[in-house]
């Protein structure tokens, strides 16, 4: 069952908005000249909104730069100073939230780490109770979206309205082309379950490279995400951390203009009219697909009834393996995709012999 969380979108804390909501700025604030000079790059583009900066991080290993700690708050209050950009950083504990709050920024984020915990976001919904703040909640490092609603959760019962998800991928569990996995259905399941909260994407730690930050960029879009936050920094081959995944300001402006912005509508009534058009015929196959799929049902529970008269096993495995490399087969043929296939059959066929046993159980 869906939830419909008490928020409030996103132009109504940056009414400036008029474009896809983008957040960039360093991974991490290494020093208050790299700070400012990135920012004032940065906000050359009115397409920016946000300026991020990591303060504290939360690294994996320890020994790694672990962040300038709160000197950074300065320097991003110096950063709202000079070039007018809100700013905002990540918060993994009470102590950050409250420094975080008493210096002004605008905008708090949940990392993937903290996020997989309860007890850390509870502790930060209760710094936050009954401010106005802005506050972003990262997916949890595993594809757990119960975890993720469950954090978004806190913070609207603490009666934070101001929320936005962040989708930045999954830890992999073996070599993968991205550095996180995407796993796009956990945000379509984000999307069923919580239809009014905004949700940017984070092609940064999605992607690990910069090489693969537009076609990430590029696919968020196409899944109606409402913004993106992506690391800059002034001159990546020296960042201290993230390294690989950080374009100069000027290779950021060059990847926006190749993106395509998708909209949930269109203002072209031929383009309704057609889509109209094509999703009744999907329908109309839709429903042909089902009769199909009973028709089968019935021949399958026959064969479950003289399979029991008979005293044989409703699993023939021969049968099966020889109807899966058929349906491959053909299905190669009209071009459908092979994995498609065999998980359709495979699903078709654990419920066929689920049919068969309950058959052969009845009394
Ligand atoms: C970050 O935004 O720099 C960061 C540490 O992200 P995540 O929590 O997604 O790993
Ligand atoms: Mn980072």
């Not at 730069?65 to 950074?72: A, K, L």
């Not at 605008?106 to 997989?116: E, F, K, N, Q, Y």
């Given at each position: 069952m869906g939830i419909?969380l008490?928020i409030?979108?996103?132009?109504?804390?940056?009414?400036?908005?008029?474009?896809?909501?983008?957040?960039?700025?360093?991974?991490?604030?290494?020093?208050?000249?790299?700070?400012?000079?990135?920012?004032?790059?940065?906000?050359?583009?009115?397409?920016?909104?946000?300026?991020?900066?990591?303060?504290?991080?939360p690294?994996t290993?320890?020994?790694?730069?672990?962040?300038?700690?709160?000197?950074?708050?300065?320097?991003?209050?110096?950063?709202?100073?000079?070039?007018?950009?809100?700013?905002?950083?990540e918060v993994a504990n009470?102590?950050?939230?409250?420094?975080?709050?008493?210096?002004?920024?605008?905008?708090?984020w949940i990392g993937a780490r903290s996020t997989a915990s309860p007890f850390v976001v509870q502790e930060i919904a209760d710094?936050?109770?009954?401010?106005?703040?802005?506050v972003m909640v990262k997916n949890p490092v595993n594809p757990d979206v119960q975890l993720w609603m469950g954090a978004l959760e806190r913070l609207n019962q603490a009666?934070i309205?101001?929320l936005v998800g962040i989708h930045r991928g999954f830890t992999p569990f073996?070599?993968?082309?991205?550095?996180n996995y995407p796993n796009w259905k956990t945000f379509i399941e984000l999307r069923r379950l919580m239809?009014?909260l905004?949700v940017i994407c984070d092609?940064?730690h999605i992607?690990?490279?910069?090489?693969?930050?537009?076609?990430?960029?590029?696919?968020?879009?196409?899944?109606?995400?409402?913004?993106?936050?992506?690391?800059?920094?002034?001159?990546?081959?020296?960042?201290?951390?993230?390294?690989?995944?950080?374009?100069?300001?000027?290779?950021?402006?060059?990847?926006?203009?190749?993106?395509?912005?998708?909209?949930?509508?269109?203002?072209?009534?031929?383009?309704?009219?057609?889509?109209?058009?094509?999703?009744?015929?999907?329908?109309?196959?839709?429903?042909?697909?089902?009769?199909?799929?009973?028709?089968?049902?019935?021949?399958?529970?026959?064969?479950?009834?003289?399979?029991?008269?008979?005293?044989?096993?409703?699993?023939?495995?021969?049968?099966?393996?020889?109807?899966?490399?058929?349906?491959?087969?053909?299905?190669?043929?009209?071009?459908?995709?092979?994995?498609?296939?065999?998980?359709?059959?495979?699903?078709?066929?654990?419920?066929?012999?689920?049919?068969?046993?309950?058959?052969?159980?009845?009394?």
């Amino acid at each position: 069952m869906g939830i419909e969380l008490d928020i409030r979108p996103i132009k109504d804390w940056l009414p400036q908005l008029n474009n896809p909501l983008l957040i960039s700025g360093p991974c991490s604030l290494e020093t208050e000249e790299q700070t400012l000079e990135t920012a004032k790059q940065l906000a050359k583009d009115p397409r920016v909104f946000i300026y991020r900066g990591g303060v504290w991080k939360p690294r994996t290993r320890p020994g790694s730069f672990e962040g300038v700690g709160s000197v950074g708050l300065k320097w991003l209050q110096t950063v709202k100073k000079e070039t007018g950009l809100p700013v905002g950083t990540e918060v993994a504990n009470a102590q950050h939230t409250e420094e975080a709050l008493k210096a002004g920024l605008d905008v708090l984020w949940i990392g993937a780490r903290s996020t997989a915990s309860p007890f850390v976001v509870q502790e930060i919904a209760d710094v936050v109770k009954g401010t106005d703040a802005v506050v972003m909640v990262k997916n949890p490092v595993n594809p757990d979206v119960q975890l993720w609603m469950g954090a978004l959760e806190r913070l609207n019962q603490a009666g934070i309205k101001n929320l936005v998800g962040i989708h930045r991928g999954f830890t992999p569990f073996r070599e993968t082309k991205y550095r996180n996995y995407p796993n796009w259905k956990t945000f379509i399941e984000l999307r069923r379950l919580m239809p009014n909260l905004p949700v940017i994407c984070d092609p940064s730690h999605i992607a690990g490279k910069r090489e693969y930050l537009y076609e990430v960029s590029q696919k968020a879009f196409d899944m109606g995400m409402e913004g993106l936050m992506l690391e800059s920094h002034r001159d990546p081959s020296c960042a201290l951390s993230d390294k690989d995944q950080q374009v100069t300001p000027a290779e950021l402006f060059a990847i926006l203009d190749k993106l395509v912005i998708r909209y949930s509508s269109s203002p072209n009534k031929q383009f309704e009219n057609q889509l109209e058009l094509l999703r009744s015929r999907i329908d109309a196959l839709d429903a042909e697909l089902m009769e199909v799929l009973a028709s089968r049902v019935e021949i399958v529970k026959q064969i479950g009834q003289y399979k029991k008269e008979n005293n044989v096993t409703a699993l023939q495995i021969n049968r099966w393996t020889e109807l899966m490399n058929k349906r491959i087969d053909t299905g190669e043929k009209m071009n459908l995709n092979k994995t498609f296939v065999q998980i359709l059959f495979q699903l078709i066929h654990e419920d066929s012999v689920r049919m068969q046993t309950e058959i052969m159980d009845q009394e």
